[in-house]
């Protein structure tokens, strides 16, 4: 069976810092990882995505994973966080050849501080 | 190109009535689904249609029905509803067939129905 865990309810970091947020997984087979973003009172926005090509992820706003078979992580990075940025976000796991076994974590809701 | 619609954007409902929400994509996916999310439960799913044509059950689908009425649109039905079901309800849609899970999935704005 496969899950999702992001390990952080909430994060709060001042504007100018770094973001972490972090995810692990566990799935049987090869799985497909994605960050989603929900801005609020918006539908999820997809920020990046990793599907068994290079495991350093670029995403939109500056935001990056990496893919750590070993840890079984896929946390999510950014240099300097922005006011912007404050949203909640998802981890999502998928297994290959079941588009129905798609599996959200539960969310990082992230604050930035002035 | 609207991408994910979904009507109404708020419902209030008393306990055992009914309603429909409405779902449709312009961008001719193959694959759409019906979420709820609560709070500190992330998203589960309640029903998806791999094709036009087919539906089935997700994690909840209890009190719930689904119709996939053509490749766009994909409705869902509370035939009487629950306090439980309390939610805020998203579609999203998916370009490939059920066999391929590498897709991105695109999400409406959502619906919040409150049932009293």
């Known amino acids: 069976a496969q899950s999702v865990t992001q390990l952080d309810s909430h994060v709060s970091v001042s504007e100018g810092t770094p973001v972490l947020l972090r995810c692990n997984y566990s799935s049987s087979y090869s799985p497909s990882l994605f960050w989603y973003v929900q801005h609020p009172n918006k539908g999820l926005q997809l920020l990046l995505k990793?599907?068994?090509?290079?495991?350093l992820v670029k995403g939109i706003n500056g935001f990056e994973a990496e893919f750590k078979k070993s840890e079984t992580s896929f946390h999510l990075t950014k240099p300097s966080a922005h006011m912007s940025d404050a949203a909640e976000y998802f981890c999502?796991?998928?297994?290959?050849?079941?588009?129905?076994?798609?599996?959200f974590g539960s969310g990082t809701r992230l604050s930035i501080r002035p | 190109n609207a991408g994910v619609t979904q009507t109404p954007k708020f419902q209030v409902l008393k306990t055992g009535q009914s309603m429909t929400l409405q779902c449709a994509q312009d961008m001719n996916h193959n694959s759409m689904y019906w979420y709820r999310q609560d709070p500190g439960m992330g998203l589960r799913l309640i029903y998806y249609s791999a094709s036009e044509g087919t539906t089935d059950k997700g994690e909840v689908p209890n009190g719930y029905n689904v119709s996939r009425l053509n490749k766009r649109e994909f409705s869902l039905r509370l035939e009487s509803a629950a306090p439980s079901q309390t939610s805020v309800y998203f579609c999203?849609?998916?370009?490939?067939?059920?066999?391929?899970?590498?897709?991105?999935?695109?999400f409406g704005p959502g619906t919040r129905l409150t049932v009293l």
């Open positions: 999502v796991v998928t297994q290959y050849s079941s588009a129905s076994k798609i599996i």
């Open positions: 999203a849609s998916l370009l490939g067939l059920a066999a391929t899970s590498t897709d991105t999935q695109y």
């Open positions: 990793y599907t068994s090509a290079a495991t």
